[in-house]
């Protein structure tokens, strides 16, 4: 079943094909001629009426996808050319209402001012100072190459010059919002008083938590009643809730012991028949073995060999004594480690640093890698062997030659190249000459070392930790579940998929087998994750098909850096773009609003009475007192935060009991006992300024005030 599956997923043509002929057989001709039609939506969408071409915006999101080097997924790619094409249009239309143009004047002295361009080397002159010619005649050599063929660098200074020429807009445009947020000096005046006027009282207050929640239970036919009152507030986006079973292809312990007997029958030498030689040939275990790279690559080792020294703390614990106890030439194994099955030779016992400072005199030579040295490989030898008799024991000198001759970054820095781990050091990314002389000798051996490199004079300068530690040559095999382990698995999610089709019910039958039950509650019609599940785009867009229904189930494969299996899902529950269908979140969001509101009604019927003693007699609460409260710091004495009561209490009249306020915590009844008022100024500059800066503080938000006041058409899940 899993083979065919397989044969399902790469025959894609093949199904188009049939897919087709099945149209051609049920719709009629205007059917499939509308099928075809070009009047099908071919925008991504709109932003006050200007389309974002399809095609221009699949382009982008392939480039940025390629910029990111395969990091970003590629909804993340569609969302970020999202963002930044509505963005562009936005700003477009405003530029033009403010009559902001920007010159090419302009974007070249943004550009000529960029630190990247002034320092750069490529643009200096003899007298190393930026040179606008060496620019010019830079960006003139990628229009030929691109006249010639070779666009790449060309279009990549276009997008510069295009984010150069945005980012000047933008300030500008920003700059001219910036200027327009002022203040009034009446305003500043009114921010005087609320931060100065002082204001003493006495209040009762009674919790919301006093009342029982059974008292105060709030339908759902109320809450959504409470909604479609308030259609600004709740901008609901379209939702759907799956309920699923994840099924894993991995491997079962058949599967895992069949890859420990493999692994296993490389120990000792064996016996095959060779098809080329027609007779039955003994083959080297690693046991024998003394060619361990030829070993590993004629037996299709999972992991190549490698040159590492590894310490006990690095190997397994439950192999590590076994290796750090067996002597040089033992195989230990084999032993499970992170997903394989492995058996070890142990090559060698050393004690060793666990990283090492050294510093070097390189003599490059032809052939060398990076060199440009014109000496031959025996004229190189020669000059490294009368460096080395300069400085060996003369570490001022060797500074000096090192200083004088480098050609790499350790030039100026008297050759010094600082600490290298020991990982890094036997890593396939450094020279193994290199690393076997700065770890197996002393700290202050120099020496003449040959490398890719060229010819190296290097001083071993300092080594730390030095431990024990075995180099190993490690055959390993990938523990892989099998065909037919694949195959169970397949029909388990089949034979579920199968059963809710017929009926029933994911919730009983995933009880009833023992298997997870899983949830993705609101997945919104972008998403591309569920939770345990990522890149699961297929998913989304199929819950979200105009002719999906409530119940409705499907199977799917999925594949996750090689994670791979399948997912059986239903669909729970849908709810429409801004429609008073209550989500989970919205629940959450409206039911302690209304549930407070119906224990304040509750509330007030208790707090009765002419003075707020009664009012507290009969509410069976007290009265408390509240000292030089501001508007601008609203804090209550034993409750806490309240700007509404503090707000009512700024515009009652002194000595007069208020009538009820519904607070943030509970329902209050107020008497302010002294309103204290500051003295007059003479001028409110300093406080007009003071509302100014913090009006220039919200620029960030502009994005986000243009967005939401645009007109904007999203037709990215039709495409994505």
């Known amino acids: 079943?899993?083979?065919?599956?397989?044969?399902?997923?790469?025959?894609?043509?093949?199904?188009?094909?049939?897919?087709?002929?099945?149209?051609?057989?049920?719709?009629?001709?205007?059917?499939?001629?509308?099928?075809?039609?070009?009047?099908?939506?071919?925008?991504?969408?709109?932003?006050?009426?200007?389309?974002?071409?399809?095609?221009?915006?699949?382009?982008?999101?392939?480039?940025?996808?390629?910029?990111?080097?395969?990091?970003?997924?590629?909804?993340?790619?569609?969302?970020?050319?999202?963002?930044?094409?509505?963005?562009?249009?936005?700003?477009?239309?405003?530029?033009?209402?403010?009559?902001?143009?920007?010159?090419?004047?302009?974007?070249?002295?943004?550009?000529?001012?960029?630190?990247?361009?002034?320092?750069?080397?490529?643009?200096?002159?003899?007298?190393?100072?930026?040179?606008?010619?060496?620019?010019?005649?830079?960006?003139?050599?990628?229009?030929?190459?691109?006249?010639?063929?070779?666009?790449?660098?060309?279009?990549?200074?276009?997008?510069?010059?295009?984010?150069?020429?945005?980012?000047?807009?933008?300030?500008?445009?920003?700059?001219?919002?910036?200027?327009?947020?002022?203040?009034?000096?009446?305003?500043?005046?009114r921010d005087y008083l609320n931060e100065n006027t002082k204001m003493d009282a006495e209040f009762v207050f009674v919790p919301y938590t006093s009342i029982n929640d059974e008292l105060a239970v709030v339908s759902k036919e109320e809450m959504k009643k409470f909604v479609e009152k308030n259609p600004k507030r709740f901008k609901t986006e379209a939702s759907r809730s799956l309920e699923y079973v994840k099924f894993d292809i991995v491997p079962s312990e058949a599967d895992e012991t069949e890859v420990k007997n493999i692994v296993a029958s490389y120990i000792n030498d064996r016996e095959e028949y060779s098809n080329a030689a027609k007779a039955t040939v003994n083959i080297a275990g690693l046991n024998t073995s003394t060619h361990y790279e030829t070993f590993m690559n004629d037996n299709k080792s999972d992991l190549p060999m490698t040159e590492d020294y590894k310490y006990k703390n690095q190997l397994p614990a439950t192999i590590s004594e076994a290796i750090f106890t067996a002597a040089v030439g033992d195989v230990v194994g084999p032993y499970k480690e992170n997903g394989f099955f492995k058996i070890s030779k142990v090559l060698e016992t050393v004690q060793i640093a666990d990283s090492v400072k050294s510093s070097h005199i390189i003599i490059p030579f032809v052939g060398a890698t990076r060199s440009t040295s014109l000496k031959t490989k025996e004229e190189a030898k020669q000059t490294a062997d009368s460096i080395y008799a300069l400085v060996k024991g003369n570490k001022a000198k060797f500074i000096e030659i090192a200083d004088e001759i480098n050609t790499d970054g350790t030039k100026g820095k008297g050759g010094d190249i600082g600490w290298i781990r020991k990982d890094q050091a036997f890593s396939q990314s450094f020279d193994k000459d290199f690393a076997n002389f700065i770890y197996k000798n002393n700290a202050g051996t120099v020496g003449v070392v040959e490398t890719g490199f060229g010819y190296h004079v290097i001083s071993v300068e300092e080594q730390k930790n030095t431990q024990q530690a075995v180099k190993l040559a490690t055959f390993a095999r990938l523990i892989e579940p099998s065909e037919a382990t694949e195959n169970i698995i397949f029909e388990s999610a089949e034979t579920l998929a199968s059963k809710l089709a017929d009926g029933g019910s994911l919730e009983d039958i995933a009880k009833e087998k023992g298997l997870q039950l899983l949830s993705a509650l609101n997945l919104k019609e972008l998403d591309e994750n569920l939770p345990g599940l990522q890149n699961q785009r297929s998913i989304v867009t199929w819950a979200f098909e105009a002719a999906r229904e409530i119940g409705d189930s499907k199977r799917f494969d999925f594949d996750v850096n090689g994670n791979r299996g399948y997912v059986v899902a239903v669909l729970k529950s849908k709810t429409e773009k801004n429609s008073a269908d209550l989500t989970s979140d919205l629940i959450a969001e409206i039911r302690p609003e209304l549930v407070n509101k119906k224990k304040a009604a509750l509330i007030k019927k208790k707090m009765t009475g002419a003075s707020l003693e009664e009012v507290a007699k009969n509410a069976t609460a007290t009265v408390s007192n509240a000292a030089l409260v501001t508007l601008n710091t609203p804090l209550l004495s034993g409750v806490g935060n309240e700007p509404a009561v503090v707000g009512a209490m700024s515009t009652i009249k002194v000595n007069k009991v208020s009538d009820f306020i519904e607070g943030e915590k509970g329902v209050f009844v107020v008497k302010v006992t002294n309103r204290t008022t500051p003295v007059e100024l003479d001028n409110y500059d300093n406080f007009r300024k003071q509302i100014v800066a913090k009006l220039s503080g919200r620029s960030y938000q502009l994005y986000q005030v243009l967005k939401d006041n645009s007109d904007i058409v999203d037709n990215r899940a039709k495409f994505f």
Do not use: C
């Open 1 to 189: 079943m899993a083979i065919l599956s397989k044969i399902r997923d790469r025959s894609m043509f093949l199904i188009l094909i049939v897919g087709l002929a099945l149209f051609a057989f049920v719709l009629d001709p205007s059917s499939i001629q509308q099928f075809f039609s070009s009047d099908k939506i071919n925008s991504i969408g709109q932003v006050n009426g200007d389309e974002i071409d399809r095609e221009e915006f699949a382009q982008q999101v392939e480039a940025y996808r390629t910029q990111s080097g395969g990091r970003a997924s590629h909804m993340q790619s569609v969302n970020a050319v999202w963002d930044a094409m509505v963005s562009e249009k936005m700003f477009a239309s405003q530029l033009e209402k403010a009559g902001i143009v920007v010159g090419e004047k302009d974007i070249w002295d943004a550009m000529v001012s960029l630190p990247e361009v002034q320092n750069s080397p490529m643009f200096r002159n003899e007298a190393n100072l930026f040179d606008e010619e060496k620019l010019k005649e830079y960006i003139a050599n990628l229009k030929d190459e691109a006249d010639a063929g070779n666009k790449e660098a060309w279009l990549n200074w276009l997008e510069t010059e295009k984010s150069i020429k945005q980012n000047i807009e933008r300030q500008a445009y920003t700059s001219l919002v910036s200027a327009g947020l002022g203040a009034s000096l009446a305003e500043g005046k």
